[in-house]
């Protein structure tokens, strides 16, 4: 039986180098999520004990973040330092070396682990990384003066080359050392790509040194509204009625809110430090730059860039306005140079690729209702406001393509006509995307009813959630491939993303309640091998994954131990 399960992990190995790979068959689970392609025990006798005297060998300079994480993480949760050092030993050694031996699979790993000492190999530096996150899921789940790590050989990839979380930091702002902690936390399991949303109706939190007023102004509002939305009590901003365009019943008309001033903001040293700090862990942060509206914000600060100019424009205190507030730039020549100014800024800080300039939830009626507006429309041949929605965001694509980036935009960026070179991001379901990767978009799936981690996870929540139900299960039978596309069009489909959008989230601890352990099944459908993933097998290696949680300090809920 053990020559049989060692040709089978050969056999495995040599279609990895070959560019192929079969995913075998046999029911063993190793407690390690995202589940790895291929993993086979070896002796029980065997294990690997990590002692004082434990090396972490590099085989170069670019291994270094690997080491430190790990010995860091061994450090904190077990008080206990390892060394590192390039200098090769044979005996009692974590290796870390990079033979570009998987060429074909990006960011892959093995890890043997024996009684002499442990091994892993990637293609890349982040695939070292990547071997190194499964090292510590092997590690005790707590506390304890014996550290051993099973005999075992794993080959393992990603399935998606996006794998991505999001943060929003407007509705509520959490601190650098918070961002940080969510950042190892996506690490952990393997994710990629940090979706920070920086800009909204409700709160600026980046620093502009060219419009200083944006985080004086901008990054503070005197209240946030108490409850579900729309809010409860007969104290607090009135809405505006607009005639034929928004009924508004007299239960919502008014809103109470709590009062108390909140806000913050990054400054680009602060901004920094966290890009330097996500790089460590090959995280890419992705900011995003919300246009052309839920800028209310922003208009707060500059109301001269608004379709009311002459309007005094406050940060919002309550959510889910659309219609009811005028929260749209005005698409004149000074908004462009505005936001233009901005986002170079923004791309001088940021070294991503990806510019997120948001696009969604643009409501039409502000537009309709601006004389100067419809008079920019008629000079630029455009038949109505979605025409004008697609001039808007291919005029700031245009300006972002200049300067060597890339877009994404919400699935709304689809209307009037996709800008050439965007990536959608489809949330409304996944219309959007199927419609963008038909036209050869790259298309990243983040629908709402699957991946918004601050719908509620059980049917009565122990405290305040968007009213929507995301169950666990839920989300890990999510797949980012849609049926209606053909295996062409599905390359197009990057991968998928997390979204937590925090206007009931108000804490680090409520944070980490509505990711864990989503964020566990989430990594899974992104990282494991579509036949390899199975509910059943998924929830046994959760057991342990919480354990870890516990001994890491995170919040979750406990029923998830009742099952």
């Given at each position: 039986?053990?020559?049989?399960?060692?040709?089978?992990?050969?056999?495995?190995?040599?279609?990895?180098?070959?560019?192929?790979?079969?995913?075998?068959?046999n029911k063993?689970?190793?407690?390690?999520?995202?589940?790895p392609?291929?993993?086979?025990?070896?002796?029980?006798?065997?294990?690997?004990?990590?002692?004082?005297?434990?090396?972490?060998?590099?085989?170069?300079?670019?291994?270094?973040?690997?080491?430190?994480?790990?010995?860091?993480y061994i450090?904190?949760?077990?008080n206990?330092?390892?060394q590192?050092?390039?200098?090769?030993?044979?005996?009692?050694?974590?290796?870390?070396?990079?033979?570009?031996?998987?060429?074909?699979?990006?960011?892959?790993?093995?890890?043997?682990?024996?009684?002499?000492?442990?091994?892993?190999?990637?293609?890349?530096?982040a695939?070292?990384?990547?071997?190194t996150?499964s090292?510590?899921?092997?590690?005790?789940?707590a506390?304890?003066?014996?550290?051993?790590?099973?005999?075992?050989?794993?080959?393992?990839?990603?399935?998606?080359?996006?794998?991505?979380?999001?943060?929003?930091?407007?509705?509520?702002?959490?601190?650098?050392?918070?961002?940080?902690?969510?950042?190892?936390?996506?690490?952990?399991?393997?994710?990629?790509y940090?979706?920070?949303?920086l800009?909204?109706?409700?709160?600026?939190?980046?620093?502009?040194?060219?419009?200083?007023k944006?985080?004086?102004?901008g990054?503070?509002?005197?209240?946030?509204?108490?409850?579900?939305?729309?809010g409860?009590?007969n104290?607090?901003?009135?809405?505006?009625?607009?005639?034929?365009?928004?009924?508004?019943?007299?239960?919502?008309?008014?809103?109470?809110?709590?009062?108390?001033?909140?806000?913050?903001?990054?400054?680009?040293e602060?901004?920094?430090?966290?890009?330097?700090?996500?790089?460590?862990?090959?995280?890419?942060?992705?900011?995003?730059?919300e246009m052309?509206?839920?800028?209310?914000?922003?208009?707060?600060?500059?109301?001269?860039?608004?379709?009311?100019?002459t309007?005094?424009?406050?940060?919002?205190q309550?959510?889910?306005?659309?219609?009811?507030?005028?929260?749209?730039?005005?698409?004149?020549?000074?908004?462009?140079k505005?936001?233009?100014?901005?986002?170079?800024?923004?791309?001088?800080?940021?070294?991503?690729?990806?510019?997120?300039?948001?696009?969604?939830?643009?409501?039409?009626?502000?537009?309709?209702?601006?004389?100067?507006?419809?008079?920019m429309?008629?000079?630029?041949?455009?038949?109505?406001?979605?025409?004008?929605?697609?001039?808007?965001?291919?005029?700031?694509?245009?300006?972002?393509?200049?300067?060597g980036?890339?877009?994404?935009?919400?699935?709304?960026?689809?209307?009037?006509?996709?800008?050439?070179?965007?990536?959608?991001?489809?949330?409304?379901g996944?219309?959007g995307?199927?419609?963008?990767?038909?036209?050869?978009?790259?298309?990243?799936?983040?629908?709402?009813?699957?991946?918004?981690?601050?719908h509620?996870?059980?049917?009565?929540?122990?405290?305040?959630?968007a009213?929507?139900?995301?169950?666990?299960?839920?989300?890990?039978?999510y797949?980012?491939?849609?049926?209606?596309?053909?295996?062409?069009?599905s390359?197009?489909?990057?991968?998928a993303?997390?979204?937590?959008?925090?206007?009931?989230i108000?804490?680090p601890?409520?944070?980490?309640?509505?990711?864990?352990?989503?964020?566990?099944?989430?990594?899974?459908?992104?990282?494991?091998?579509?036949?390899?993933?199975?509910?059943?097998?998924?929830?046994?290696?959760?057991?342990?994954?919480?354990?870890?949680?516990?001994?890491?300090?995170?919040?979750?809920?406990?029923?998830?131990?009742?099952?």
């Amino acid at each position: 039986m053990k020559k049989f399960a060692f040709i089978t992990l050969l056999t495995a190995i040599t279609y990895l180098a070959n560019g192929q790979i079969t995913v075998p068959t046999n029911k063993t689970f190793v407690d390690i999520i995202p589940n790895p392609a291929i993993a086979q025990f070896g002796n029980p006798k065997s294990a690997f004990t990590i002692n004082a005297n434990t090396l972490i060998y590099v085989q170069n300079d670019s291994l270094i973040n690997s080491a430190n994480f790990l010995k860091d993480y061994i450090q904190k949760n077990y008080n206990r330092t390892l060394q590192i050092s390039s200098t090769k030993r044979a005996q009692n050694t974590i290796n870390l070396i990079s033979q570009t031996t998987f060429q074909n699979f990006k960011d892959s790993y093995s890890l043997t682990a024996t009684e002499t000492g442990i091994t892993i190999n990637g293609n890349s530096a982040a695939g070292v990384f990547y071997g190194t996150q499964s090292i510590i899921q092997l590690l005790p789940t707590a506390k304890s003066s014996i550290l051993k790590i099973p005999a075992i050989t794993i080959i393992d990839y990603p399935r998606f080359d996006y794998r991505g979380m999001h943060l929003d930091v407007s509705r509520h702002f959490f601190d650098v050392a918070f961002v940080k902690k969510y950042i190892d936390y996506l690490a952990l399991h393997k994710m990629n790509y940090f979706h920070w949303h920086l800009t909204d109706d409700h709160g600026w939190r980046m620093e502009i040194k060219k419009y200083p007023k944006l985080t004086e102004i901008g990054a503070w509002r005197d209240g946030s509204i108490i409850g579900l939305w729309p809010g409860k009590g007969n104290e607090g901003i009135k809405y505006q009625v607009l005639p034929n365009e928004v009924k508004i019943t007299p239960s919502d008309a008014v809103i109470k809110t709590d009062g108390i001033k909140h806000g913050g903001f990054y400054t680009q040293e602060e901004i920094k430090d966290v890009i330097a700090y996500a790089a460590k862990r090959y995280i890419t942060i992705i900011p995003e730059i919300e246009m052309p509206a839920h800028s209310m914000a922003a208009l707060a600060a500059y109301p001269e860039f608004g379709t009311e100019p002459t309007k005094k424009y406050e940060v919002a205190q309550t959510w889910g306005m659309m219609n009811k507030y005028n929260n749209v730039f005005a698409p004149t020549e000074k908004t462009f140079k505005f936001l233009e100014d901005v986002l170079t800024e923004v791309m001088d800080l940021f070294p991503s690729q990806y510019i997120h300039i948001g696009g969604d939830e643009a409501s039409k009626v502000w537009w309709r209702q601006s004389l100067a507006t419809q008079q920019m429309m008629k000079a630029n041949n455009l038949k109505d406001e979605n025409a004008l929605q697609s001039y808007f965001i291919q005029r700031i694509e245009k300006f972002v393509n200049s300067k060597g980036k890339t877009i994404i935009g919400w699935d709304e960026i689809l209307d009037g006509g996709l800008a050439p070179n965007a990536i959608v991001m489809s949330w409304r379901g996944e219309k959007g995307g199927i419609a963008a990767a038909k036209e050869n978009h790259k298309v990243i799936m983040t629908p709402e009813t699957k991946l918004y981690l601050n719908h509620a996870q059980f049917v009565k929540e122990d405290s305040l959630t968007a009213a929507k139900l995301l169950t666990l299960e839920t989300v890990y039978n999510y797949d980012p491939i849609p049926t209606e596309l053909t295996p062409a069009q599905s390359k197009f489909v990057w991968g998928a993303q997390g979204n937590l959008w925090s206007e009931y989230i108000a804490n680090p601890a409520k944070a980490e309640y509505m990711i864990f352990p989503r964020l566990d099944a989430l990594s899974e459908i992104l990282w494991t091998p579509k036949e390899k993933r199975n509910y059943p097998d998924f929830q046994k290696r959760l057991k342990t994954q919480l354990k870890r949680y516990d001994l890491m300090g995170i919040t979750y809920s406990r029923r998830y131990l009742e099952n």
